[in-house]
């Protein structure tokens, strides 16, 4: 099983960026669908985006389409999460998850099997 490890969140002011890395080890990387979702402690995990094993397709949630972008390197073993014009409500702890391959990319925690223990993103207003 492919092992998730993220980095790359921090404090940041509404309107800034930042961008999220999700390392994993294995080399099962390239064959598995990867997701990003969030969570804040009084709200269940919350999809926010995925991409497919290729790079090929990807979907978002309405809530972060136009302002987050999902991509990923597997010659690298990395997916990414770049977010651009944050927002207060964007707050969360953002978890990189992995899936079975496939041509369709699902937005529920179910088919994920890996997780990340997440990283921490904070957006001032």
């Known amino acids: 099983q492919v092992q998730l490890v993220e980095s790359g969140g921090g404090l940041v002011q509404a309107g800034g960026s930042l961008r999220l890395s999700c390392a994993a080890s294995?080399?099962?990387?390239?064959?598995?669908?990867m997701g990003w979702f969030r969570q804040t402690p009084r709200q269940e995990r919350e999809f926010v985006a995925a991409?497919?094993?290729?790079?090929?397709?990807?979907v978002y949630s309405d809530s972060v389409k136009g302002r987050f972008t999902i991509s990923r390197d597997n010659a690298k073993n990395t997916v990414y999460l770049q977010m651009n014009s944050l927002k207060p409500e964007d707050t969360a702890v953002y978890y990189c998850?992995?899936?079975?391959?496939?041509?369709?990319?699902?937005?529920?925690?179910?088919?994920?099997?890996?997780w990340g223990q997440g990283t921490q993103v904070t957006v001032s207003s």
């Open positions: 998850a992995a899936a079975a391959a496939g041509r369709l990319l699902i937005t529920t925690t179910t088919p994920y099997t890996n």
């Open positions: 294995g080399r099962t990387f390239s064959s598995k669908n």
């Open positions: 991409i497919t094993w290729s790079g090929g397709s990807t």
